[in-house]
């Protein structure tokens, strides 16, 4: 079986078992989706707003995160990023696009004991830093790696 196939099959599996639930009465749609959103977060047009609507009072940088993508993205459409973190009690991961009009673009929540690593693409309008926010053991920190875009993917 084809990756492309396998992954229609899990994805109308999931969409089923959710419209299953759904008419049973568990849960109301869209109750599920909108029950973690930070609307504020992402609203936000900086790494120090973003970091103060995630709870936090400011951010450290640090080089035990590790931002992966390409120098030059030749379509900002679909940025490849990943990030790692080396820092103990790793709690979330979130990706800033600092030059979008909103500049945080993903969050996610880590596990205790999972690997704190993520995976994701972003859109980027323009050439413009990168911030990989890491929340650890409480406190938030920082890593920043430029990319350049060389065709807009926010209508340029």
């Given at each position: 079986?084809?990756?492309?196939?396998?992954?229609?099959?899990?994805?109308?599996?999931?969409?089923?078992v959710?419209?299953?639930?759904a008419?049973?009465?568990?849960?109301?749609?869209?109750q599920?989706?909108?029950?973690?959103?930070?609307?504020?977060?992402?609203?936000?047009?900086?790494?120090?707003?973003?970091?103060?609507?995630?709870?936090?009072?400011?951010?450290?940088?640090?080089?035990?995160?590790?931002?992966?993508?390409?120098?030059?993205?030749?379509?900002?459409?679909?940025?490849?990023?990943?990030?790692?973190?080396?820092?103990?009690?790793?709690?979330?991961?979130?990706?800033?696009?600092?030059?979008?009009?909103?500049?945080?673009?993903?969050?996610?929540?880590?596990?205790?004991?999972?690997?704190?690593?993520?995976?994701?693409?972003?859109?980027?309008?323009?050439?413009?830093?990168?911030?990989a926010?890491?929340?650890?053991?409480?406190?938030?920190?920082?890593?920043?790696?430029?990319?350049?875009?060389?065709?807009?993917?926010?209508?340029?």
């Open positions: 079986m084809n990756e492309t196939r396998r992954n229609l099959l899990r994805a109308s599996g999931s969409a089923t959710m419209a299953l639930a008419s049973a009465g568990v849960f109301k749609s869209g599920l989706h909108a029950a973690d959103w930070n609307k504020a977060a992402f609203d936000t047009k900086n790494l120090q707003d973003t970091v103060k609507a995630l709870g936090g009072s400011g951010a450290t940088e640090s080089k035990d995160i590790v931002i992966t993508s390409p120098d030059i993205a030749e379509n900002g459409a679909v940025v490849p990023v990943s990030v790692s973190s080396k820092l103990g009690k790793t709690e979330s991961i979130s990706i800033l696009v600092e030059k979008n009009p909103n500049s945080l673009s993903a969050a996610f929540d880590i596990p205790g004991g999972t690997e704190p690593f993520v995976s994701t693409r972003v859109k980027m309008g323009q050439t413009s830093n990168v911030h926010l890491v929340k650890a053991d409480g406190k938030y920190f920082y890593a920043t790696k430029e990319i350049k875009v060389t065709l807009g993917g926010c209508g340029g």
